[in-house]
């Protein structure tokens, strides 16, 4: 009897304490919501560091803009100071452009993204999935992919460690469109496509941009996904005045800040917690590193001042201890760097274009590859086989192979054939003054991959060319040019100018062999050259000067080896720069006036070391050493300017110097160059340059030496280095001062 009685008495106990359990009032559920507003959103990262400081718990997020950027990956588990890092290290003049990684490019591409300011594909009619915008933004795509990894996949986003929504705007009817479910880079991409920047997201029948249109601060999401207190963080400016709006920026910034009050103050009335962060003095596009320090730090010190609100909103929430911290929670996934293929597909690319990329990179299911190589991959579709765009993406951990390791599914993704891709470049200098240049490039939809070259440059040096380059073999391009180029250029002795020479040059180019693989490039070719002199103005008898042009026609056989690993094309920190050519010069295929051909050897060789993140060092050794009776006028060598080859193709920069400057035939010389930069964009150089001249080898120690030195200035911008240069030189004896204004061509 006691014995039934105990066994009562515990089974009532059990039930009262789960009576008890169930009548346990459950805690309330917090929503923290991010406002769109492009780089100024930047300041949720210092809002959401404070919001962890008091130790409120996030059970919902949502965001628009750059606010559901902030907040998908915040939804991921990483928290405010992962995020705070990831931002940092970005280079977002790359991530919002569609150029390609500089590691992953031939030279040939790095030369033509680091010489046009503009361009555009002419589509003559066609219409394209990725069009209507100015960046497509297959840069974005592969940072989100990476950044949101493991969770790239369809999901349904409840099942995120905090569950979270953003908002686009269909264009089609004008209605907003939530996303809570799908792939949450797509859904991140789509919520910040502003119209007529970044090309929309298309999904069906709808073309998807920028959520901030129709709902640039989504509380009313937040709510009907369950949320009983909104902590929100809007980056949004106060209104202008009339007499605000008074500049072509400040009109579309109105016209966008209109567009966005859509529900803004209906949400921000049902919001407990609104922190409006103070971002004066800041736009859209401030993704400067200076920028977004100040901006996160302008986050922090607006929701500090909630601080109070904050901890009351925790004891409403029955959170009382002030030192407890409830953490989000951790996603304990890492994207792998290497993984296995269980599954490979290629999405819009033909049969024959898929079996070339498998060939070539030697992929086969069951492989390891990692993220580098898929990078190459994506790189070769865009480059060899002329896809506009070309991406990948893994999928799942489906395939279980032999050895017990599972296999990811990897989908690579190719965007239209390019069309006709024209760009535009302009420049100013004090020398050339202004100059223009224009390239068409147009891929033949042939067996064999081709591709014709058009270029036109109008200035002191006009210049027409047309390049045809195929593409037989993996990494093998050979290449057929011909060019048509009027110079006319003032030449310098000793710092006086002593003739102007104006001049055609025709010129036919054949490189059977043009090896290119990342950095690394080889041609070995011929060439066929007439000059054509038209006039010179002689101002005095020039002492180097032993023979005056006559027109002349020459046969030249040429070897060529390029490598550049440096990070910048204008202002590198770290890597290396070779260049070594050989040309032998006749005029008859075997001989120059009836003697042995001329013989040209040139190099160069250049090092980055990064001393600290703000001082580069560079030491650089060059020359150019002629062999044969009396070199022709035109090829001779001569120095000044900034860089190899800008006014003549054979001349060597020297600092101190500006103007092109006769030298004799042997010339060796060595530069070491400071580079400090102040800011990330904001660059001074200062250059100390020796060099040795001479008629004959045997010559060139005997000869004084020649020192330059300079001191400039530059300002690097998305048109290129915007400076100027003033130096000295002992061969000139005087001040020089340069100005470059755009990129090199």
Known sequence: MMKKFLIILVASLCLAQVALAQEAPKRKRVAVVLSGGGAKGMAHIGALKVIERAGIPIDIITGTSMGSIIGGLY?????????????????????LSDKDDLSHQSLQERERQNTYIITTSLNLGKKTADGGGFVIGKNINTLFNALTAP??????FNTLPIPFACVATNIVDNTEYDFHSGVLSVAMRASMSIPGAFSPIRMGDMVLVDGGLRNNFPADIAREMGADY???????????????????????????DV???????????????????????????????????TLIRRGEEEAMRHWDELLALKAKLGISDPKKRILIKHNPLVPPTKFKIGALNFVNMSKGDELFIRNKFNLEEGDSIDTNRAELITTSMRLDLFYKSADYRVEGHAVNFEDGTTGAKIIFTAGPKKTNA????????????????????????????????????LGKRTMGKVDWGFHPMSFIRPTVSYSFTHNDIDIYEYGKKSYNITYNQHRLHVAPLNFNVRNFNISIGAEWDYYDFRNLLVD??????RNFPDNRHFFSYIGHVDYNSENEWYF?????????????VTDNFVELKDAVGLREYAAMWRMSFPLSRYLTIQPMLYGRLLFGENPPFIISNYVGGQWFGHYM??????????????????????QLQAQVNLTQNNIVLLRLAAGQNADEMKELLDQSTMIGTSLGYYYNTMFGPLGATVGYCSITKKLSFFINLGFVF
């Open 151 to 156: 969770y790239n996949d369809s999901i349904d």
């Open 649 to 670: 193709e054979q001349q060597t920069p020297f600092a101190g110097i500006t103007n092109v400057e006769q030298a004799w035939d042997k010339l060796l010389a060595a």
């Open 422 to 457: 024209v760009s535009v470049g302009i420049r100013f200098d004090n020398e050339e003054k202004v100059a223009l240049q224009a390239n068409a490039a147009i891929p033949l939809r042939t067996q064999m991959p081709m591709e014709l070259d058009f270029t036109v440059r």
């Open 572 to 584: 590198p920190t770290r890597g290396a720069k070779f260049k070594a050519r050989f040309a032998y």
């Open 259 to 293: 567009n966005c009050k859509n529900k803004y103050e209906d949400n921000l009335a049902i919001t407990d917690i609104p922190i409006r962060v103070n971002t004066t003095g800041y736009g859209s596009a401030s993704f400067t590193h200076a920028a977004i320090d």
């Open 75 to 95: 939804a991921c588990g990483n928290r405010s100071a992962k995020l705070d890092s990831m931002v940092r290290v970005q280079d977002w003049a790359y991530v």
């Open 540 to 545: 005095r008898l020039p002492e180097h000067q």
């Open 230 to 256: 909104i902590i929100g963080v809007t980056v949004q400016g106060k209104e202008k005045t009339a007499d605000e709006i008074g500049s072509t920026g400040a009109v579309i910034s109105q016209i966008i």
